[in-house]
């Protein structure tokens, strides 16, 4: 499984998109096994089949509980106009009985799944944009990369807290991560879901270039801070 890539850019913007009119299918309304004697005897491809049975795969989904990131009077030492206000929900952690969401504008907020109550921000910083999560389940704990606008959002900080402290609701109480390395653009950290490693690389000034493999620096450095 291929590691997901963060870049140290600053904060994506919103996009205008130009859909297409859809255009309706003569055959729209037909039961599942025609479906089914369609994607064997037919030469479309997959993809046609699987969104022709998305129906079929949500029909016994049902909404169990709402949570809302969205509070201006509960986080409201941020230095940043843009985190105060509502945006889409752009990635979900779930890790014991704590659900992790993080919103386009940067705030992170964990939820807890027995009160369904929120916890606290992840944002311990008035300035933090968080740009992603990570589980990291080989010492339970949940790693952000952010970037801040006291750096004008050119370097990448990481950081690891721990999920018995974001129950505690303290989530300042983690430590932070890969300080001797300069993650400005274009670098990156990436990180690998199956294996529990990190990799990255770094170029500095001087055009040179730098990087960690998962097998050999990484893994020594991150056993020495008590990451894995």
Request: proline share 4%; glycine share 4%.
């Amino acid at each position: 499984m291929e590691g997901r890539r963060i870049t140290a850019s600053p904060r994506p913007c919103s996009g205008r998109r130009v859909v297409a009119k859809k255009r309706t299918r003569p055959d729209g309304f037909v039961n599942s096994v025609k479906k089914l004697q369609r994607r064997e005897i037919s030469s479309r491809k997959d993809r046609a089949f699987s969104i022709s049975t998305a129906q079929e795969r949500f029909r016994n989904m049902r909404l169990v509980e709402q949570y809302d990131t969205h509070d201006p009077k509960g986080h409201s030492l941020v230095a940043l106009p843009f985190l105060m206000k509502r945006t889409k929900v752009i990635e979900i952690v779930a890790a014991r009985d704590i659900v992790f969401a993080l919103a386009h504008s940067g705030v992170c907020a964990a939820f807890s799944r027995e009160t369904n109550r929120r916890i606290c921000f992840l944002n311990v910083s008035p300035d933090e944009v968080i740009r992603s999560l990570f589980y990291n389940k080989n010492n339970d704990s949940l790693i952000t990369v952010s970037v801040y606008a006291s750096d004008n959002f050119s370097s990448l900080k990481c950081r690891s807290t721990r999920i018995e402290y974001i129950l505690r609701g303290q989530p300042d109480a983690g430590f932070a991560l890969f300080e001797s390395e300069s993650l400005k653009w274009p670098g990156f950290v990436e990180f690998d879901d199956v294996n529990g490693k990190s990799r990255d690389n770094v170029i500095d000034l001087q055009e040179s270039y730098k990087s960690r493999p998962f097998e050999d620096s990484i893994d020594r450095r991150w056993h020495s801070s008590q990451v894995l």
